[in-house]
Each structure stands twice: as C-alpha cells, then as structure tokens.
C-alpha cells in the first residue's frame, strides 16, 4: 500500500507471516546490512515502498513524516474504520495522525477500543473485525456529520499533494503540516470566552479528547464565517468594559497572530479583522503591530483625544459633548481606573454643525440691542424659547435657536409702522426699560402686545428690538393699566395687616400652600405679593383658634382643651405661632353634635 505506515507495515508483516512484531523488529535491527536492506531481504528482495510515519525507534528507514512533528502521531493504540479493514484489511496512513478521528471514505468515526468492553483490541482482532468480547465493529461505527467529513476528506487529499480547506466563500490550500495545525489551534475556539491556553493539548491519543478537538475545527471551517464570527463575539462580550484588544480576545489573538502566523492561515486574520471594523467599540492604533495597516486606518472609532485634535477643538470641548449624551461613545475603564473614551469623528463634526445654528444668551443680548438680564426675563417669560442645554464648555450656557431669535424681529418689524404722525412725541424701548421701572412681567406682556399689535410701534427695517419706538402717551396708558390690574397685589406684610395677623404668622401660612403668592424680581431681590383673591380664599376656608374663641366669648386656651377639632396649623402641629382649623371640619363637628343633642 502507497505510503503506509512503517509501524502499521511491519505489523501486518509480522502478523501474516505468524511472528510477534518484536520479533521481526529484532531481526531488521541485528541484521549487518542497512535496515532497508535487512526488510527488502525479509520480503524476498522486493523493492520496498514509500512509508509514511511515525519513524520508529530502533529503524532506521526512510518515512514522509509530511512536515509533522513527532508528536503528531499516535502511538500506542492503533485507530481503524471496521468497513475499509472489512475491505482492504490495511491501516490507512491518515488514521496515524491524532488529530483525524473520521474515515474520510466511508464517513464513520474511526475507532480505537470496543464500545462494548472498553478493552484495546490486538492486530489480529482489529483485521478480523470481532472484539474477543464477540462484538462486531462494524455494527458499532456511528457515521460522522458532514462537516467532519468534508475536513477529513481534506487531510486525506492532503496527504497525496495540495488540498483545500472546506471554506463556504474562500478557497485556501494547504498541507497536511498546515491542516493538522489548523485543527490544534483552532479546535477549542468553541470554548470561548472560557479558552485560556489554545493550542496547549495534551494526551490527544485518547479518541474522546481528539475526537472533540476535530469536530470543534471541522464546525468552524464547515460554517465559515459564521461560527468563527460567533466565537469572537461571545469573547468580546465577556469583557465588554476592556479596551485592550490583547486582553478581550487575548487567546485567539494568540492563535491567528502567534501559532498560526502563516501566510495558509491568513484567511483567519483577514476575517478576524473585517470582524474588528465592523464590532470592536475600542480603537486601534499603531500600537497593535499585528494588526494589517490598512485595518487601522480603516477602523472609523478612534480616541476622544485624535478627534478633537482631527476636529479642531479641546479634547474637554469633546469630553463635554460624550458627558451630555449627545454624541454616542463607548466609554472603559482601565485596571487604573483611568477613562477612555472612543467614538466615531462624525458624531462630534454633526454636533459642532448643529451648534452653529444655536447662540448663546450674550449672543442673542447683541442680535436684539438689550441686556442679557431682559434677554433671560423674555425666556421666562414665554416670549423666547431656548433649548437651555450646555455649549459643551464648563459654563452651562443657554442655547437659543438663531431662527427663533430672527423670527421675533421679523414679528414685530411686520406689524410695526415706518414712520411717525406728526407732533407725536415717541420714545424708545430702551430708554423706557431704563427709566420707566419696567418690571420683567410688563417687559413681557409689552413685547408680546407690540408683535400681537395691540399697542402700535415704529420698527426700523434693519432696527434692533432695543430700537423700536413707541408714541409716549399710549406707552404711558398701557403701562397704568398694566400696573392697574395689578393694585390688588400686597406684600406679605401688608396681607398680614389685613387678616390681623403677625407677619411671622402670615410667612409660615404661604409656606404651607394655604395661600397662594407669587414672587417676582424687584429691584435685584425677590419679593412675594398676595392678590386680595388669595386672601379672600383663605377667609372662606380657614379660621384661627382667636377668632373662635372671640365669637364664643372665651379664652384660646380654654377653648382648645375641649375642642375636639383637629387643626391644620398650629404649635403643636408644623409650629406656627397660631392654631387653624379648616371651616368645612368645623361644621362637620357641628352637625355632629347636633345629632347626638336630638
């Protein structure tokens, strides 16, 4: 047979012919002659065949180890398909090597011991096809998947010449040296992200070990490059906060880049890399030295630091921008707590477009003639929208649409008039807001009258808001009706006076929400008014425990030891300095009482 095994060789011989393989071995070993010459001269002077290894021990004839390593072989328990033995009643050559577990013939696993009493067979047993137990092999061999196979059918192929590996959309040759290294690197793949030292098997002569490694390898190339794809994401998910692409796929990166450097295995880089470009959310730089250049640049994330630089901005500029959520990056912290940050170029180049549509509120204070305290009482007041978000600075300044700012402009200018009546006196916007005392309300409710047209005005065409003009005397009318409708407004001082309490009294009241007052900016400071409908509300539905006890002519004190209400305010109760109660309690308590009289 082509290419047999000198092992396998010499023990068919030695069986044949009724000796033990010792036997023969002693005999080749203590011939004079070379032991090429000693085995030709056993067989009758036949020219010997080529042999395929393991080289033994002791003999020293020539054998096509086919660039493996000696320990590549099986060496103890020989490993055989039933049916081929059935057939040809030969040991094919590939079954040597430790990694193939599948008759690539037939399809069936090989076997190396009886399924049924677990002992190894003899020669003799394994060529006759029965255990000494009775069992038949060939009613036990179980047939391989088609991915198992179509691998072995590859070793096979290779063993002869040139094959090529069984990838879906590649086409790779290679060796037999290169399919057997294919299969130890890349056999235990599947045990990602649990893989810690690829490559580094040991006692692969047991079928069960290597039967795993072989059909680990034989899935991987069968489904390429899916399952090579779903490997490296189950590692790269297992450390989703590590930036360092040696460490997440630290045991692949071993094989594809270190054991398997190769050019027959750079179909394992090249996907392992396309897979890079398109889910690793870290960077990659020159510092990755494996890595193919045109992978780095092509590879879109990059750090906040070359991005800003790239962009023309501070990398605090960039950091602010990732802070507020606005652009998306992918953020780890390193073993020293240090945190890096990578994100795509393009998300900070659109938002720093964006911006350009947006001014800030000294921006807006310029585009509209005022001061930025007015431009911010427009804000309050409805008058002007901003989106109020940061300028990606450390002041978390306003952000006003520019458009927004032109439309209230534009508003006014289309309702205002160009020129004045005669012997009319007018007076400016910015002179009323100087000297007229305009409170931030009446600023408001004036812009908002001028662009409604309620109030005439003169705008001037490339005018700014601060240079409308307004006729003084309905200037004046409007502001007293204004200030008018607002006399029923009293400080909290002057509301206490009213109801005949304490101004302490009347302050722990409005903190508790039973009456209602509205503060607003006098002067720099905040002042609380009281409308005379909030106190209104409050006579109806509160009374003090003094007012009680006045009416029924007693004292506070004797009235509450045996009043059996519960107040809503008092000492004992939030600590203010008067006791209240709710009327609608009060009356409940009172129709109570009468019943219980009837």
């Given at each position: 047979v082509p290419r047999e095994s000198l092992t396998d060789y010499l023990r068919r011989l030695a069986h044949a012919n009724g000796y033990q393989q010792w036997e023969l071995w002693h005999v080749i070993s203590s011939s004079e002659n070379s032991h090429a010459a000693a085995l030709s001269a056993a067989i009758g002077g036949f020219a010997l065949p080529p042999f395929s290894g393991p080289r033994t021990r002791g003999i020293d004839i020539p054998v096509d180890e086919y660039a493996l390593r000696p320990s590549d072989f099986t060496r103890t328990a020989p490993r055989w398909c039933p049916t081929c033995l059935a057939e040809e009643g030969v040991l094919r050559p590939a079954w040597r090597i430790k990694v193939l577990t599948v008759c690539a013939r037939h399809g069936l696993n090989l076997l190396q011991h009886c399924s049924m009493c677990g002992a190894h067979p003899d020669f003799g047993s394994i060529v006759s096809g029965r255990c000494n137990c009775g069992t038949r092999f060939q009613a036990k061999a179980i047939t391989a998947s088609a991915s198992c196979i179509a691998l072995a059918q590859t070793v096979e192929v290779s063993i002869s010449g040139k094959a090529t590996l069984p990838l879906a959309r590649e086409v790779v040759s290679v060796t037999t040296g290169d399919v057997v290294r294919l299969i130890n690197g890349i056999g235990r793949f599947y045990d990602c992200p649990e893989l810690s030292r690829p490559g580094q098997i040991h006692r692969l002569e047991p079928l069960e070990v290597s039967s795993r490694l072989f059909e680990g390898a034989a899935y991987l190339l069968y489904n390429w490059p899916a399952d090579y794809r779903e490997c490296l994401a189950n590692q790269m998910n297992a450390r989703p906060n590590d930036a360092s692409l040696a460490r997440v796929f630290g045991p692949i990166y071993r094989v594809v880049y270190g054991h398997l450097s190769d050019k027959p295995f750079q179909f394992l880089r090249d996907e392992f890399e396309r897979f890079l470009s398109e889910h690793w959310e870290g960077g990659l730089c020159m510092r990755n030295r494996l890595l193919s250049a045109a992978t780095i640049k092509r590879h879109t994330r990059k750090g906040i630091t070359p991005v800003a630089k790239s962009l023309g901005i501070s990398p605090h500029v960039a950091r602010r921008i990732v802070e507020c959520s606005v652009a998306n990056a992918k953020q780890f912290t390193t073993r020293g707590s240090r945190l890096r940050i990578f994100l795509y170029p393009n998300q900070i180049s659109e938002v720093l477009r964006e911006n350009e549509h947006y001014v800030d509120l000294k921006q807006t204070a310029n585009l509209l003639g005022l001061k930025c305290r007015r431009v911010q009482q427009l804000i309050s007041g409805g008058v002007l929208s901003s989106d109020a978000l940061p300028n990606w600075t450390k002041l978390k300044q306003w952000r006003i649409p520019r458009e927004r700012v032109l439309e209230l402009l534009d508003s006014i200018r289309r309702v205002s008039g160009n020129r004045a009546e005669k012997d009319v006196?007018?007076?400016?916007?910015?002179?009323?807001?100087?000297?007229?005392?305009?409170?931030?309300?009446?600023?408001?409710?004036?812009?908002?009258?001028?662009?409604?047209?309620?109030?005439?005005?003169?705008?001037?065409?490339?005018?700014?808001?601060?240079?409308?003009?307004?006729?003084?005397?309905?200037?004046?009318?409007?502001?007293?009706?204004?200030?008018?409708?607002?006399?029923?407004?009293?400080?909290?001082?002057?509301?206490?006076?009213?109801?005949?309490?304490?101004?302490?009294?009347?302050?722990?009241?409005?903190?508790?929400?039973?009456?209602?007052?509205?503060?607003?900016?006098?002067?720099?400071?905040?002042?609380?008014?009281?409308?005379?409908?909030?106190?209104?509300?409050f006579r109806h539905s509160f009374v003090s425990l003094k007012d009680l006890a006045c009416q029924m002519q007693t004292s506070p004190k004797a009235l509450l030891s045996r009043f059996h209400a519960r107040p809503v305010a008092g000492p004992t109760v939030d600590g203010c300095r008067q006791y209240f109660y709710r009327r609608a309690d009060l009356a409940q308590l009172f129709v109570e009482a009468q019943k219980k009289d009837i």
């Amino acid at each position: 047979v082509p290419r047999e095994s000198l092992t396998d060789y010499l023990r068919r011989l030695a069986h044949a012919n009724g000796y033990q393989q010792w036997e023969l071995w002693h005999v080749i070993s203590s011939s004079e002659n070379s032991h090429a010459a000693a085995l030709s001269a056993a067989i009758g002077g036949f020219a010997l065949p080529p042999f395929s290894g393991p080289r033994t021990r002791g003999i020293d004839i020539p054998v096509d180890e086919y660039a493996l390593r000696p320990s590549d072989f099986t060496r103890t328990a020989p490993r055989w398909c039933p049916t081929c033995l059935a057939e040809e009643g030969v040991l094919r050559p590939a079954w040597r090597i430790k990694v193939l577990t599948v008759c690539a013939r037939h399809g069936l696993n090989l076997l190396q011991h009886c399924s049924m009493c677990g002992a190894h067979p003899d020669f003799g047993s394994i060529v006759s096809g029965r255990c000494n137990c009775g069992t038949r092999f060939q009613a036990k061999a179980i047939t391989a998947s088609a991915s198992c196979i179509a691998l072995a059918q590859t070793v096979e192929v290779s063993i002869s010449g040139k094959a090529t590996l069984p990838l879906a959309r590649e086409v790779v040759s290679v060796t037999t040296g290169d399919v057997v290294r294919l299969i130890n690197g890349i056999g235990r793949f599947y045990d990602c992200p649990e893989l810690s030292r690829p490559g580094q098997i040991h006692r692969l002569e047991p079928l069960e070990v290597s039967s795993r490694l072989f059909e680990g390898a034989a899935y991987l190339l069968y489904n390429w490059p899916a399952d090579y794809r779903e490997c490296l994401a189950n590692q790269m998910n297992a450390r989703p906060n590590d930036a360092s692409l040696a460490r997440v796929f630290g045991p692949i990166y071993r094989v594809v880049y270190g054991h398997l450097s190769d050019k027959p295995f750079q179909f394992l880089r090249d996907e392992f890399e396309r897979f890079l470009s398109e889910h690793w959310e870290g960077g990659l730089c020159m510092r990755n030295r494996l890595l193919s250049a045109a992978t780095i640049k092509r590879h879109t994330r990059k750090g906040i630091t070359p991005v800003a630089k790239s962009l023309g901005i501070s990398p605090h500029v960039a950091r602010r921008i990732v802070e507020c959520s606005v652009a998306n990056a992918k953020q780890f912290t390193t073993r020293g707590s240090r945190l890096r940050i990578f994100l795509y170029p393009n998300q900070i180049s659109e938002v720093l477009r964006e911006n350009e549509h947006y001014v800030d509120l000294k921006q807006t204070a310029n585009l509209l003639g005022l001061k930025c305290r007015r431009v911010q009482q427009l804000i309050s007041g409805g008058v002007l929208s901003s989106d109020a978000l940061p300028n990606w600075t450390k002041l978390k300044q306003w952000r006003i649409p520019r458009e927004r700012v032109l439309e209230l402009l534009d508003s006014i200018r289309r309702v205002s008039g160009n020129r004045a009546e005669k012997d009319v006196e007018l007076v400016s916007l910015s002179h009323a807001l100087r000297y007229w005392r305009v409170t931030p309300a009446e600023f408001c409710s004036l812009i908002i009258s001028t662009t409604n047209g309620r109030i005439p005005a003169l705008a001037p065409t490339d005018g700014l808001m601060r240079d409308i003009m307004f006729c003084k005397e309905q200037l004046r009318v409007w502001l007293d009706e204004q200030r008018s409708r607002d006399e029923d407004l009293s400080t909290c001082t002057e509301a206490a006076k009213k109801l005949g309490l304490k101004p302490e009294v009347l302050y722990a009241l409005v903190r508790k929400k039973f009456i209602v007052a509205t503060t607003i900016r006098q002067g720099g400071r905040k002042v609380a008014l009281i409308s005379t409908a909030s106190l209104e509300r409050f006579r109806h539905s509160f009374v003090s425990l003094k007012d009680l006890a006045c009416q029924m002519q007693t004292s506070p004190k004797a009235l509450l030891s045996r009043f059996h209400a519960r107040p809503v305010a008092g000492p004992t109760v939030d600590g203010c300095r008067q006791y209240f109660y709710r009327r609608a309690d009060l009356a409940q308590l009172f129709v109570e009482a009468q019943k219980k009289d009837i």
